[in-house]
């Protein structure tokens, strides 16, 4: 969990934060909302240690890192794309991928294939300069670099801003897997495991009957509908699929294929998301809780439920 408690910091004899609070809990998208100049991009800034506040403490699951430098702070699991970017125009697309993880020291291969999972086209375009990716594509980029270095936070700023509609989808998902450790192929994934629970069905009588119809219809559930929607309904559905896997001899049917697809599935990290964001509806859609600030301080906090119509014309509107 990341807490933010009582940031103060002034710039040229001005208060642009005062005393600001909130708290991102694991594995939630946290949305830091408010007109513009309240103090949103300070608040960030502050976290990442580019900014010095005067007072207040930042905390990460427990670790207090007020203190520490930018660079430690991304090494202690801080991932940042800052608003603009911050693309480097003449290194290649490898290049700019790869240089937040190698300056933290870390090998970047690991979480590559995640990151050419949830943004393909970095694939594609892996040898082209950084300069001459539109817009999005450079989003995109920057939200994958700051993947490289495989944080336990990622922090957004503003990540929609002059950003084409299907490229904005496109990371509104990836923050929807990210957050929730989910897999880009999950459609497939699911796919294997009910054939193989078919095949299965079939030919095994040593499998109880019930737990295997339980199975075949949540996948069935899940593959309609998304994983998304069903949280709890793809925990029960993992949980009958390690009984069954458990309750079978092994070398049988559901061993090996069903035990890859679950482990893909279950398999990557979740990661907390701070996102900075003035596109509202792209808020409602992610975001699991939120703080509205206003002239450097938070005014208004709660649960997505709690942004309401009222809400939003007394802190948003213009
Ligand atoms: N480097 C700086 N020097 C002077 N004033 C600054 C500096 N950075 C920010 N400010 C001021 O601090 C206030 C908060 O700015 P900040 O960028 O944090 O707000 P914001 O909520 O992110 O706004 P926006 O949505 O416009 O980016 C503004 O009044 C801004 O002018």
Redesign the pocket.
């Known amino acids: 969990m990341l807490t933010v408690q009582s940031l103060e910091l002034s ?2 004899g ?1 208060r ?1 934060l005062r005393g600001v609070e909130f708290e991102v809990p694991d594995h939630q998208c946290f949305c830091l909302m ?1 007109r ?8 960030l800034r502050s976290i990442t240690g580019v900014m010095k506040p005067s007072a207040g403490k930042i905390t990460l699951d427990g670790k207090d890192i007020t203190k520490l430098s930018s660079e430690a702070r991304a090494a202690a699991g801080i991932g940042y794309v800052p ?1 603009g970017r911050d693309i480097f125009p003449q290194l290649t697309v490898e290049e700019n991928l790869h240089i937040g993880a190698i300056a933290l020291g870390k090998k970047p291969n690991g979480s590559l294939d995640r990151v050419f999972s949830l943004f393909p086209i970095l694939k594609e375009f892996l040898p082209r300069k950084g300069g001459m990716l539109s817009g999005g594509q450079q989003q995109q980029l920057a939200i994958g670099r700051a993947l490289l270095t495989e944080p336990k936070i990622l922090i957004l700023d ?1 990540p929609t801003e002059g950003i084409q509609p299907n490229i904005i989808d496109q990371i509104g998902e990836a923050i929807k897997l990210l957050r929730r450790g989910g897999h880009h192929n999950e459609a497939a994934l699911l796919a294997t495991v009910s054939q193989a629970l078919k095949r299965a069905k079939e030919n095994e009588s040593v499998l109880p009957s019930a737990m295997l119809d339980e199975a075949t219809e949540t996948a069935t559930v899940l593959l309609k509908e998304g994983i998304e929607k069903h949280p709890a309904l793809f925990n029960r559905f993992a949980d009958c699929i390690e009984a069954l896997r458990k309750s079978q001899s092994t070398g049988t049917i559901l061993s090996d294929e069903i035990g890859s697809a679950l482990q893909q599935l279950h398999g990557e990290e979740k990661i907390s998301i701070l996102l ?1 964001e ?1 596109y509202l509806d792209f808020c409602k859609e992610l975001a699991d809780s939120f703080a509205i ?1 206003d002239r450097g301080a938070v005014v208004c906090a709660g649960t997505v439920d709690a942004l309401t119509d009222d809400v939003v014309k007394k802190y948003l509107t213009v």
């Open positions: 710039i040229g001005s642009i408010g513009n100049g309240v103090g949103k991009t300070s608040t608003q503003e900075v003035q600030m």
